[in-house]
């Protein structure tokens, strides 16, 4: 198959090459296609290395841009920040966080200069002068490309009462996420260039990758960082990175001579102690800057009349739910108050079970249902947003013989309102159904059934048979309407939502 490829691809730049008129145009502009010639020589120290080196850095370059662009005029990319944000936070754990915590570390301005700095004297040891001056450009450089960021866009971070760490300055961009990029990137090139394994070489690119991709996302995780803030630091920083990979390669054909001394047994022997030196730095600065576990203050309640809750309640909050950038999606068509006992209670006797709460372990296990369609019992479902937040809580009941592709599903938001002492949650209720083919193959994907109505009513009578309603009436949410979730599925509704007020009385 790679031998036909290439065939064919030869075949196709000879039959290019041999065309008249190209060939006539190539004899009437002599010293244009000599230059464009040079820019792709391999041999020439400004031929395809610069060009290759420019071309990417302007790619890299052009999706930073369009980052800012973004951010300026708010759109989906910046849009979609609070509730990735949000999301991302839902699968803390003690463990992870400190694992998190762990790799932050590793793009502390500390934890980088004490490495870049024996990276600094093993190359003056080993006389690689250019790689110095290429570390001195890449860290250096990079840090005034960020700070100028930060002065010039003066974007605040997300609210710090989330985050699991201290932090200060602007957000845009993450100085960590640009500086992974620059040192570990750098080094990681050093030696991807000294090695001479593919297999080797390949190791190194897939590790330096994780590592920087590792320490981004721990700043999100982390909660001081916006995920666009990261985003953007990675274009910033590979088109950083690449021009002064660029420069190294030019610089390094362009020499008369040889720029480094050869790696032998005492400068390998340096290379590992210097490691194992750092490695007991980045240890030392974990060990004194441990992780303090911080749970988020709760808001106060908002205390409503039982009277006109509903339209005092949609007055302060949204009426819809959201999609990942905020766009309105399905109106609240269930909204629930009484207390968690009751909520629980409610729910069990009619039939319907709690999924669990979004995690790793919980995402796994829904994503190995879907694929081999089996029963997922509690599985957590795809989830959407309110007033920017995922559901935290969510009801499902399958109909015998049903999986986790076809389920009634309910996501349920906690809210700060309270009616007569009792806490208010607002949901919607839809049918999961699984999707067809022409041929009537399932997908991974679910559909949701239009008819979200259907589902609503349902709830309602299966609620009324728990004997755990006290009270239970019907509100305007908005006007009839028709629109579309998150994946594009369809639905059409009358824009009313059943209010339940949760009782549970014996047998």
């Known amino acids: 198959m790679w031998r036909l490829a290439s065939s064919l691809v030869q075949s196709i730049l000879t039959a290019i090459q041999r065309n008249p008129e190209l060939q006539r145009h190539i004899a009437s502009h002599p010293s244009f296609w000599g230059w464009l010639a040079k820019r792709f020589n391999r041999s020439e120290p400004f031929g395809l290395r610069l060009t290759v080196g420019a071309a990417l850095a302007s790619a890299f370059l052009l999706f930073f841009l369009s980052v800012v662009q973004d951010l300026i005029a708010k759109e989906a990319v910046v849009l979609a920040d609070l509730r990735l944000l949000s999301l991302v936070q839902m699968y803390r754990t003690p463990g992870l966080s400190r694992v998190m915590l762990f790799l932050t570390y590793f793009g502390n301005w500390q934890v980088v200069t004490a490495g870049a700095s024996l990276l600094v ?96 996302f721990s700043r999100i995780y982390l909660g001081v960082h916006w995920p666009s803030d990261v985003i953007a630091s990675f274009g910033l920083g590979a088109a950083w990175l690449i021009l002064t990979i ?85 109106p609240i068509n269930v909204i629930l108050i009484g207390s968690e006992a009751d909520l629980a209670s409610a729910f069990a006797r009619a039939g319907w079970e709690p999924t669990d709460k979004i995690s790793i372990a919980s995402s796994w296990r829904l994503l190995v249902a879907e694929l081999r369609n089996l029963p997922s019992p509690r ?21 015998p013989g049903g999986s986790a592709r076809e389920r009634h599903h309910l996501h349920l938001w906690d809210t700060d309102f309270r009616v007569s002492g009792g806490s208010v949650w607002l949901g919607t209720v839809h049918f999961d159904e699984e999707a067809k083919t022409a041929g009537g193959r399932g997908l991974l994907i679910h559909q949701v059934d239009p008819a979200i109505d259907k589902e609503r009513d349902a709830l309602r009578v299966l609620l009324l048979g728990s004997k755990c309603v006290g009270k239970i009436d019907e509100a305007v949410v908005t006007e009839p309407m028709a629109g579309k979730n998150e994946i594009g599925n369809p639905f059409f509704t009358d824009g009313k939502a059943i209010v339940v007020f949760l009782k549970c009385r014996e047998g």
């Not at 190791?203 to 590792?214: D, K, P, Q």
């Not at 390669?249 to 001394?261: L, T």
């Not at 441990?290 to 909050?317: H, Y």
Request: aromatic share 14%; charged share 15%; proline share 7%.
């Open 379 to 399: 599985a957590p479902g795809l989830p959407t947003f309110w007033q920017g937040q995922p559901n935290k809580r969510g009801f499902q009941r399958l109909d």
């Open 246 to 330: 660029t420069f190294f390669n030019v610089a390094r054909a362009s020499a008369a001579g040889p720029i480094s001394r050869p790696i032998d047994g005492w400068s390998g022997a340096a290379a590992v102690a210097f490691f194992i030196a750092w490695a007991g730095m980045v240890g030392a600065f974990n060990y004194t800057h441990p992780f303090v576990d911080q749970s988020p203050p709760r808001n106060a309640p908002i205390d409503l009349p039982e009277k006109d809750f509903v339209a005092a309640m949609f007055a302060l909050a949204p009426r819809f739910s959201e999609d990942i950038t905020g766009k309105p999606m399905e």
């Open 121 to 216: 004297l093993y190359l003056a040891l080993t006389r690689r002068w250019l790689w110095i001056l290429a570390l001195i450009i890449s860290i250096g450089g990079g840090e005034i490309l960020v700070q100028l960021g930060k002065a010039g866009f003066a974007r605040s971070r997300p609210d710090l009462v989330n985050a699991l760490i201290p932090a200060h300055g602007t957000s845009f961009p993450s100085g960590h996420a640009f500086v992974a990029i620059c040192f570990y990137g750098l080094v990681g090139w050093f030696a991807i260039d000294w090695v001479a394994s593919w297999k080797a070489k390949a190791a190194i690119a897939i590790m330096t990758m994780a590592t920087v991709l590792a320490i981004g």
